[in-house]
């Protein structure tokens, strides 16, 4: 009996492709965090501390985006034949963006002069900016549905850009900022934390604001969202994730209001996240192209989805087993004046 047979490929490959985007956006993010939290700190100490943090992982963070556009584009090619199109600005703004932050990372170590640094420290933080603004759009653009025609994007060109896709980009944003912040309370001690534990409090209730905003607005864009989340048996489904959430709103407010377990902050923070994953995809299955798409339609035929699989199963340990492994060397504190210990 063929693997084909014993397993839906289809929903396999949802399901790793929404766990790579999801480990991207939670790792990835953080970082893209510091970035934007820079204007808050304009004193050199504070930011090479903060540059310090992610330098020995942020770069094999992005790994995860490029696993996750290459999935898309090799198990649901037709998912990835329309979204293209309809997202060629903000995809080429966040790669643009991705680009100038990565060289800023390496060349700020190397200026020699104030202005120097300072032009490298703007790119930095422009750069992280423009790619989570970016990437917030896509996703409000994604969810908002797109205009399709056949097997094709038949939208304009600035379809995109609408008051939903930018407060979705905001909201990632803020919800990047305030996973950064987090990762200074879990990698800092004493005096070099305390502002940015201050800080999250604040950028923590900007997001849970922007998260009760697009839940609110969310199901009054398509019918099938609505009935979704307020129509009986499916609000059933629906509710633990409301629940859930504010259920992470209120650890989150204790733990940064106590000192002590500085790693519960950013774990909550993840879980949060995770809690808006999952609400989207309880919005929008079986759809990947919403409204009219669905994972089965776009899928790429079954052989190629089992022959892509195979190759999975080896590299997917192989990177988890990696990144996992970073991040346990470079575990603990971070010395302001030795590195981490």
């Not at 202005?115 to 933080?125: E, K, M």
């Not at 609505?226 to 059933?236: E, N």
Request: with cysteine; proline share 6%.
């Amino acid at each position: 009996m063929s693997l084909a047979v014993n397993l839906d490929l289809t929903l396999v490959w949802a399901v790793l492709l929404a766990m790579s985007v999801y480990i991207y956006v939670v790792l990835d993010g953080f970082d893209l965090g510091i970035g934007i939290l820079y204007p808050f700190f304009p004193e050199k100490r504070s930011r090479d501390l903060m540059m310090n943090s992610v330098a020995p992982v942020w770069d094999g963070n992005e790994t995860w985006l490029v696993l996750g556009g290459g999935g898309l584009m090799a198990a649901f090619p037709m998912a990835y034949a329309i979204l293209m199109p309809a997202l060629y600005p903000p995809v080429i703004a966040m790669l643009l963006a991705l680009i100038f932050r990565g060289v800023a990372f390496e060349f700020r170590w190397r200026a020699e002069t104030l202005r120097g640094r300072t032009l490298w420290d703007r790119a930095f933080f422009g750069g992280s900016f423009v790619a989570a603004l970016s990437q917030g759009i896509m996703l409000g653009a994604l969810v908002q549905g797109i205009e399709v025609e056949g097997r094709a994007y038949a939208g304009g060109w600035w379809d995109w850009l609408t008051p939903f896709t930018l407060l979705c980009g905001a909201a990632v944003v803020t919800g990047y900022a305030f996973l950064g912040a987090c990762w200074l309370v879990l990698k800092l001690e004493g005096e070099d934390q305390r502002p940015f534990r201050h800080l999250a409090r604040g950028i923590g209730l900007a997001t849970v604001g922007f998260v009760i905003a697009i839940s609110i607005a969310t199901p009054f864009l398509e019918a099938e969202y609505y009935l979704r989340w307020f129509t009986w048996p499916s609000m059933l489904i629906a509710a633990p994730v409301p629940v859930g959430v504010a259920a992470i709103v209120v650890l989150l407010a204790r733990s940064l209001q106590h000192r002590g377990r500085d790693w519960l902050p950013f774990v909550l923070g993840l879980a949060l996240f995770g809690m808006c994953f999952v609400g989207l995809g309880l919005s929008m299955w079986p759809h990947i192209v919403p409204p009219d798409v669905t994972l089965y339609d776009a899928a790429a035929p079954e052989k190629s989805q089992a022959f892509m699989l195979a190759g999975a199963v080896v590299l997917l340990p192989m990177i988890l087993g990696y990144t996992a492994y970073a991040y346990w060397v470079f575990r603990g504190k971070l010395d302001p004046e030795k590195g981490y210990h």
